[in-house]
């Protein structure tokens, strides 16, 4: 049985990751340490690395800027973690040099007890050695945070995709408006890809659709030229475009959350 509750083991993986982003140091270096200097058995290395992961994950995701969509680090291997414990402690002990050693004299004489008549019961007792085994991991506890994540990542998810087309639908109502009482689409339009550049393409093709404007692929040159010389006007409309912009880039950061949770859950989660 660990040793450690759910909220424990999560408070520990944290300061794992916080270490980790501080010094740079690789998960698997410090939660071995970690782990050796609390004698963790396997199981509840694997709960440990794992949990470590995650809170990785959430540390590097709320310092993501809006325009990155993707989490890269290098995880922790908790196999990599007790393979390499297994290994230091297999290393023969230094033989101690009875001759020398000044306790050597109070070492028990089993025969002299023997000799003098005592009985003995039973042999000492053996050190116990600990012994890593393959219990099943804790995986409890990490699937489950990994769904509290992934419930977390989908409801912003699916907030990120209706405010994007509400948004859009607002700007589209202002240019529905008949001629002479709102805006002109095409200054809109140059503002907007002057403002955003190409990545600015899935808003403007779902405004092109709603008002039926006829478009192309937008000329790369002519992007480039109204970026370097067109003086942008931060209008309503603009600024309207730019939260829809915003909420885009959330629904995408979102979905690849989502994939990396997916990729990263246990079996037992699935």
Do not use: C
């Not at 589209?172 to 403002?195: D, I, L």
């Amino acid at each position: 049985m660990p040793r450690w509750n759910e909220s424990e083991f999560v408070k520990h993986a944290q300061g794992l990751a916080e270490q980790h982003l501080v010094s740079k140091k690789s998960l698997n270096e410090l939660s071995e340490k970690f782990a050796q200097e609390n004698k963790l058995n396997p199981e509840e290395i694997r709960t440990l690395v794992r949990l470590a992961n995650v809170a990785t994950f959430q540390e590097l995701f709320k310092k993501k800027d809006g325009g990155d969509k993707m989490i890269e680090f290098d995880t922790g291997d908790p196999e990599a973690v007790i393979r390499n414990m297994v290994s230091s402690a297999s290393e023969p002990p230094q033989t101690a040099n009875i001759n020398n050693d000044k306790l050597a004299n109070e070492i028990p004489d089993m025969m002299r007890e023997k000799r003098l008549g005592k009985k003995f019961d039973s042999a000492p007792e053996a050190e116990k050695v600990a012994e890593y085994t393959d219990k099943p991991a804790r995986e409890d506890i990490v699937v489950m945070n990994l769904r509290k994540l992934a419930t977390e990542f989908n409801l912003a998810k699916i907030s990120a995709g209706a405010k994007w087309e509400e948004k859009l639908g607002s700007l589209a109502r202002v240019f529905k408006r008949a001629p002479g009482y709102g805006p002109k689409f095409g200054e809109f339009e140059k503002h907007a890809w002057a403002e955003l550049g190409t990545d600015a393409s899935p808003e403007m093709a779902f405004l092109y659709e709603e008002l039926r404007v006829k478009h192309s692929k937008p000329d790369l040159e002519k992007v480039a030229f109204l970026q370097e010389r067109l003086v942008v006007d931060e209008t309503p409309e603009l600024k309207l475009l730019k939260e829809a912009h915003a909420e885009r880039q959330t629904y995408e950061k979102m979905t690849g959350a989502l994939a990396w949770v997916d990729k990263n859950m246990p079996a037992l989660g699935r």
